[in-house]
């Protein structure tokens, strides 16, 4: 556990010329992982890009309301065809977000 804390921890932090509030430059690994979930057709989503969700894989507004990760943005999306389930992206390191692509597994856990 307090390894998975000093790995959020070490997550370098940059002033936004803008706003000179500090925000993430990584997004928090929220899951070291996919995450299988059923997707509607055409409904639209919103995932997580900051990791910092109580929702996983899904935002819950938290990157509005928390001035640490303040200018994160979640990224909508919507599936056109029904399939048994999706793989989102648990890691944040994707570079297909919000769908896997396996980079969890090059994650130094
Ligand atoms: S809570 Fe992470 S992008 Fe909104």
Same mark, same amino acid.
């Given at each position: 556990?307090? @390894? ?14 803008? !706003?000179?509030?500090? /925000?993430? &430059? ?21 995932? &997580?890009?900051?990791?910092? !969700?109580?929702? @996983? ?5 938290? $990157?509005?309301? !928390?001035? =640490? ?9 919507? /599936?056109? /065809? ?8 648990? $890691? ?8 896997? =692509?396996? !980079? ?6």
């Amino acid at each position: 556990m307090q @390894q998975e804390e000093n790995k959020e921890i070490k997550h370098s932090e940059l002033a936004t010329k803008e !706003s000179q509030e500090k /925000v993430p &430059c990584i997004a928090k690994i929220a899951k070291p992982h996919l995450l299988r979930c059923k997707l509607e057709p055409n409904k639209t989503y919103l995932y &997580c890009t900051c990791g910092y !969700s109580n929702t @996983q894989p899904f935002c819950d507004k938290t $990157c509005d309301t !928390s001035k =640490d990760i303040k200018g994160w943005k979640p990224i909508e999306f919507k /599936v056109t /065809v029904e399939q048994t389930f999706w793989s989102l992206c648990g $890691c944040k390191r994707s570079k297909s977000e919000p769908f896997c =692509d396996g !980079s969890h597994n090059t994650l130094d856990w």
